[in-house]
């Protein structure tokens, strides 16, 4: 069984530019998050997905940042635009939700290291 | 808010000994989920074990057992037998059950463990 992907793995830009990441969960989960990992921290959830409704974006800066899971599936992230204190690595993860068990467990992706210059 | 704490920064064991990692937790909830996951320098996120708050037998997964006392508010991950691929940063993470199964992840700022041959 396929684990969680994302893409890109790293990206480098410069301040002011528009970065988006990809990720595709767990065929079958119905629960995707996004978390931000700074250096030497543990990841802080940006955005959770039921579906394709966003049930809790309580910590994810608006002004800049944008998320979306049209289809609920596979989502996007995106920055516009970013700044140099966005450089840090974007887990993606999802879990089976509302079925199956265990249902709270996540299943992480491998990350995209953002490197803002 | 629920917080979590990990007091050590950093340990190192000689293979094949035995590891203990801390972790602490703040909450007014009776039940609740507490994981460890671990991230080794590839950076993909891995569950190690999950505990949940009701059950009062400790949880363990092979060489990986925890000790559990919620009244303490205690979460710890001994590991036996450490192998050379147990080095990686360890994260303790509690999750407060949510009516679908699903909620966030409230991380510690992980102990990175070096196991020496």
């Known amino acids: 069984e396929a684990g969680v992907v994302q893409s890109p793995r790293y990206k480098i830009i410069e301040k002011k530019q528009p970065v988006a990441f990809w990720c595709n969960p767990i065929s079958g989960h119905n629960t995707l998050y996004w978390y931000l990992q700074n250096l030497g921290q543990g990841p802080e959830l940006l955005i959770r997905?039921?579906?394709?409704?966003?049930?809790?974006d309580s910590q994810l800066p608006k002004d800049r940042f944008s998320a979306e899971r049209l289809k609920g599936v596979d989502s996007t992230l995106k920055i516009q635009p970013a700044e140099l204190g966005d450089s840090a690595v974007y887990l993606c993860?999802?879990?089976?939700?509302?079925?199956?068990?265990?249902?709270?467990?996540?299943?992480f992706g491998p990350g995209t290291r953002l490197l803002v210059l | 808010a629920q917080t979590v704490t990990q007091s050590q920064p950093e340990m190192s064991v000689q293979e094949a000994e035995t590891v203990t990692l801390s972790c602490t937790y703040d909450t007014s909830e009776n039940n609740y989920y507490l994981f460890w996951y671990k991230q080794p320098p590839s950076r993909q996120m891995i569950l190690v074990i999950r505990?949940?708050?009701?059950?009062?037998q400790n949880a363990t997964e092979n060489r990986f057992s925890v000790n559990f006392q919620k009244a303490a508010k205690s979460f710890s991950l001994k590991i036996s037998d450490s192998q050379l691929g147990d080095t990686a940063m360890y994260f303790c993470?509690?999750?407060?059950?949510?009516?679908?199964?699903?909620?966030?992840?409230?991380f510690g700022t992980g102990t990175r463990l070096t196991v020496i041959p």
């Open positions: 993860a999802s879990s089976l939700g509302q079925s199956g068990a265990p249902r709270e467990t996540q299943y």
């Open positions: 993470a509690f999750m407060k059950p949510h009516q679908t199964g699903a909620n966030n992840l409230f």
């Open positions: 997905y039921e579906n394709e409704e966003a049930v809790d």
């Open positions: 505990q949940e708050a009701y059950k009062q």
